[in-house]
């Protein structure tokens, strides 16, 4: 047996010796920036003298090193604020370095309107000279988007009101969600927990825990929502007046160019999710019955059906998901064996830490940390491995150049599920008696219902309300409002109670780098049904192909990804219909196990 102990926090001392906000080595590395900066200027400003393929590539290069550098600080920023929100340094130090990103971002702006106004001629043989060919797709998008913008100087007048607008929104958002505090009791203990940690006990097998909690969540919302109210609508409003102003009426337009994908591959997405709820619904209803109720509350989403399946401490997790991912191909497990060895990973269950999870990688070493709290349920387990996968579609990049890794949000979600995947199928098919595999099966269910449902809700929240915040400050009753109505219409009428103030409990929302953060999930959990399905059938093999596929990622439109891959068109609902309905025979199995409950 392996007797190897992991740790369950992470190493920063690998980026920063000290490994702290207040080392030098980190706070030498940030006085470098403005001079990082000040040469790209220097090499955009070159190209826009004498634009040429070599002055282009040279101010390519330089853009690659300060890129680079900036986004190692970035991810050392991340990781701080996230392990303990105390930490007022970081916080101050992550506020100033808007200012070098606004800068950073002028540069940059003033170097793709040089690309967007080349002649055609230039610029044709600008991306067929040998030093940007390898770039045609990048430059050729940069030269697209840049024509929908505003002038250089608007442009820059908005990117740098930006620090003090729809960012420092977020950043208030982040205080405020740090300074939130449940408290409820459980096992007769009253605790004063975290968002993060209360919302661990949603799936405590008390039911009167789960209540409690749930009136609890909804309560210390309720009781500072005009604070939440505020901060949504003003990060909205910047938005909506930076589309105005650039003339883009549909809020959609700037998402659907970041995930580079078309509205219809969305709309036939939502399209088959919407025409096969129906096992998905008779889940819930089937699962209210198990629990004795009428029909499924909000508080009892996550509830356990059996007994609890035996906790998996953190290097039983870590084993568990090694000897999987050994089976789908020898990269991956190798990788993850380093990830744990390494000590990448921030899994300590302990106060004052971020809620929810996230994985972050810094080209410039090409090494990735990932940040969850670990309770011992196979739920986190999954998450883990969720969080695995997306270093590992970093990893599968290591050796493509930064300006063609750079990859939409929605395949980000790809590997990230795929792995996900891997752990829970093993987790149903080694389960040790009838209730075990039950819960399981369960657990795979509920990341359906996740990405068909509350994603769906998000989504159809986040749509609505941008359309009436066009006409002014949507109030909290109103948000609450399109909540409850948008969770009632994507969970198929199938709830008794919603959560009205998850606008203001999700962090989604509140993310300024990438809109409407919510269908990306889905797109990335279907596709990489698709993509399972083929690893199943192929087997070890099919390593190299998927690899093949991330690394192509960053360079490519969606749809043109999946068609030279997997040769499907998803424009169509067919393909869509496909995954989905893989997915609902999870639900129907639940619902022949469970026939005589």
């Known amino acids: 047996m392996n007797m190897t102990t992991y740790s369950e926090t992470w190493d920063l001392n690998a980026f920063y010796e000290g490994g702290t906000s207040d080392s030098a080595a980190f706070l030498a590395h940030i006085a470098e920036v403005p001079t990082l900066i000040e040469a790209y200027k220097e090499a955009v400003e070159a190209a826009i003298a004498q634009p040429s393929s070599a002055t282009i590539a040279t101010a390519l290069d330089v853009q690659t090193t300060t890129v680079l550098n900036l986004q190692k600080i970035g991810v050392m920023l991340s990781c701080l604020t996230a392990q303990n929100t105390k930490d007022e340094a970081a916080q101050v130090i992550q506020s100033n370095m808007r200012t070098q990103y606004a800068a950073l971002s002028d540069v940059r702006n003033r170097f793709d309107k040089l690309i967007e106004e080349l002649d055609d001629a230039t610029f044709h043989d600008i991306i067929t000279s040998e030093a940007l060919a390898p770039f045609e797709f990048i430059l050729t998008e940069t030269r697209n988007q840049t024509k929908l913008l505003l002038s250089e100087a608007e442009e820059s007048i908005i990117t740098s009101l930006r620090a003090d607008g729809d960012q ?87 998402p659907l160019r970041i995930n580079r994908m078309k509205r219809e591959t969305l709309d036939a997405m939502w399209g088959a999710i919407a025409k096969t709820r129906e096992p998905f619904v008779n889940y819930l209803q089937r699962k209210a019955t198990i629990l004795g109720k009428e029909a499924m509350t909000w508080a009892d989403l996550d509830a356990p059906i059996s ?3 035996t906790a998996l401490s953190f290097n039983e997790g870590a084993e568990f998901i090694l000897q999987h991912f050994a089976k789908f191909g020898p990269k991956l497990e190798a990788f993850a064996r380093q990830a744990f060895e390494n000590s990448w990973i921030e899994a300590e269950d302990r106060d004052n830490k971020r809620p929810g999870g996230f994985c972050t990688t810094t080209k410039l070493d090409n090494a990735s940390r990932i940040f969850m709290t670990y309770a011992g349920t196979m739920n986190n387990v999954s998450t883990l491995a969720h969080e695995l996968g997306h270093a590992f579609h970093s990893y599968a990049l290591r050796d493509v150049h930064p300006l063609n890794s750079g990859y939409a949000m929605n395949v980000a979600e790809t590997a990230s599920t795929f792995a996900e995947m891997i752990i829970a199928d093993a987790a149903v098919q080694e389960a040790t008696n009838a209730d075990e595999r039950l819960a399981l099966l369960e657990d795979k269910v509920q990341r359906s219902v996740a990405m068909f449902m509350n994603i769906y809700a998000r989504f159809t929240f986040e749509t609505r309300f941008y359309e009436e915040r066009k006409n002014g400050v949507v109030p909290a009753a109103r948000l609450n409002e399109l909540m409850s109505e948008a969770q009632q219409e994507t969970y198929g009428g199938a709830l008794e109670t919603t959560h009205p103030h998850f606008w203001a409990s999700k962090l989604h929302f509140y993310i300024t780098g990438v809109p409407f953060y919510n269908f990306p999930y889905t797109f990335g959990y279907l596709f990489s049904l698709s993509i399972y399905a083929k690893a199943k059938e192929i087997g070890t093999d099919f390593e190299e192909r998927y690899m093949a596929l991330l690394r192509d990622t960053g360079s490519m439109n969606v749809e043109d990804l999946v068609m030279k891959h997997l040769g499907e068109d998803i424009t169509q609902e067919a393909f869509w219909l496909k995954g989905v309905r893989l997915a609902a025979q999870d639900a129907e199995e639940f619902l022949t196990l469970t026939e005589k409950a």
């Open 168 to 254: 420092a929104w977020s950043s208030l958002y982040d205080l405020l969600i740090a300074d939130t505090k449940i408290r409820v009791t459980v096992d007769g203990e009253e605790k004063v927990l975290s968002v993060g940690q209360a919302n661990n006990l949603r799936n405590h097998e008390s039911a009167t825990v789960r209540a409690d909690v749930d009136a609890a969540i909804e309560a210390a919302f309720t009781e500072r929502e005009a604070f939440f109210v505020h901060t949504l609508n003003h990060l909205a409003g910047f938005r909506l007046t930076t589309y105005k102003k650039r003339g883009w009426e549909d809020v959609l337009e700037e």
């Open 307 to 309: 007994a609890p399946t």
